[in-house]
């Protein structure tokens, strides 16, 4: 019998990513929630194996296997087609909800990460000084420093932005993890100076 697999597994998941660019943040977080490396990684294999896993649900199905009914359910428009969002709270950040975007008909993922919550009110992002490790979302960004262009990304869980931002000479290009901001910095798609 496969152990269990829940909410508090799934924020290590998600931490597992993160730490590959805030390592301190991430040692924050699992002192906050009385976890361990050691529970990070295993909780990252074990999801890994369960992707994998010939017998383990599909599409939104996987996320409901693991952590449960969602908390709330939207239609959203993505170009011509109207697409699902299923939201789950995170306790970790109580202001944000993982989010996952599923297409029609068959449930297919289109897009999977963190997400404001309806009720929270967005941060207050003017400036470079703004974008900080685990301040935004994808959205957040995009919405305060228009025109936002995405870029390629490096791994299926992150994202990149070029952002406009007031002050800053060119493009500022921001980093995120499961849609959570990581790093921003001037200049081209690569990793300098961090601006915070």
């Not at 976890?35 to 409901?64: I, N, S």
Request: net charge positive; charged share 20%.
């Amino acid at each position: 019998m496969a152990e269990p697999f829940g909410p508090e597994h799934f924020q290590l998941v998600l931490l597992r990513r993160m730490a590959d660019h805030r390592p301190e943040l991430v040692d924050e977080a699992l002192k906050a929630l009385g976890a361990t490396h050691t529970e990070l990684r295993d909780a990252h294999r074990r999801w890994q194996a369960r992707l994998h896993a010939r017998t383990f649900p599909g599409g939104e199905r996987r996320y409901r296997a693991a952590l449960g009914p969602p908390q709330s359910q939207r239609t959203q428009r993505v170009g011509d087609l109207s697409c699902k969002a299923l939201l789950w709270p995170v306790p970790l950040w109580p202001d944000l909800r993982f989010e996952v975007l599923c297409a029609p008909g068959g449930g297919a993922i289109l897009n999977e990460w963190l997400v404001r919550a309806p009720d929270a009110p967005p941060p207050a992002l003017t400036g470079a000084a703004d974008l900080t490790p685990w301040s935004c979302t994808v959205e957040d960004a995009a919405r305060a420093f228009p025109p936002a262009r995405p870029l390629p990304a490096d791994a299926p869980s992150r994202s990149v932005l070029a952002l406009t931002v007031p002050g800053v000479p060119g493009r500022t290009i921001a980093h995120f993890t499961w849609g959570l901001l990581q790093y921003a910095a001037p200049g081209q798609n690569s990793r300098p100076e961090r601006l915070a």
